[in-house]
Nanobody
């Protein structure tokens, strides 16, 4: 079992930045790929970014490419999502997810563990 706790959400003006963190605990010694997803009101949860277990590979949704950066610090069992040039359409609850594996995973069904989510609100 792996437990995930997100933090760092909040209210920011358009054009601003936020950094989300996801702290993992439990069985973290295995090789886990990590991902960030988001869900806006009235919409389905969607993929945002993913990173391989060693941090060597990443993948992003087209809507966030060039603005968001996913990274990880395995010594701290923490994954980050740096979000720059935020737009009102980035407003959503952001979820961290994990699954054992050595490649990248971009769909929800691929992931076994989820955090509770953190709210990001971008005002215009």
């Amino acid at each position: 079992q792996v437990q995930l706790v997100e933090s760092g959400g909040g209210l920011v003006q358009a054009g601003g930045s936020l950094r989300l963190s996801c702290a993992a605990s439990g069985r973290t010694r295995s090789r886990y790929a990590m991902g960030w997803f988001r869900q806006a009101p009235g919409k389905e949860r969607e993929f945002v970014a993913t990173i391989s277990w060693d941090g060597g590979s990443t993948n992003y949704a087209d809507s966030v490419k060039g603005r968001f950066t996913i990274s990880r610090d395995n010594a701290k069992n923490t994954v980050y999502l740096q979000m720059n040039s935020l737009k009102p359409e980035d407003t959503a609850v952001y979820y961290c997810a994990a699954r054992r594996g050595t490649i990248l995973y971009t769909t929800q069904v691929d992931y076994d563990y989820w955090g509770q989510g953190t709210q990001v609100t971008v005002s215009s």
